[in-house]
């Protein structure tokens, strides 16, 4: 066959053109690309996900473990999905909060500690680095925080699962 064809070749061809064509492949195609691909995605998803996303993708929830929320974020949304442990969280005390930041959060290191009467809402941190619980109780998962603070969060499967020290 000479190199190019006047009229186009019958698909799908059985083995890759030998020549380079005249004109370049339109983009985007006008069909998928065939699965399997050489490099698949680790984890497929029902759907692409937009690019870029305008939030950072929660990490999977495995079994019940504290989770530290970005600035703004309430337990609802930390967790992702796996149920919040209120119950677990009102246990978090001016005395134990250090301790658990250390053990199970790592970083950010608490600074300080600090209470909050008449706050409601879960322990959290202080963008000073003071870690804190509110005293007054009655929180729920949904409770919005401040827009500076992250909220310390037991996200799981079960109530009382999250380690307190």
Known sequence: TTSPTTSPTTSP????????TTSPTVSPTTSPTKSPTTSPTKSPSVSPTKSPTTSPTNRPISSSMWVLGLDGQNCNTVCGGASCDLVQQNMVTTSNIEGIFTKYIGS???TGVTSRFGGVGPPFILSN?????????GASCSDPIFSTDQALCCCGSGVGDCPLL
């Open 108 to 110: 950010p290191t608490c």
């Open 129 to 137: 680095g003071f870690c804190g619980v509110n005293l007054s109780g």
């Open 13 to 20: 061809t059985t083995s890759p053109t030998t020549s380079p």
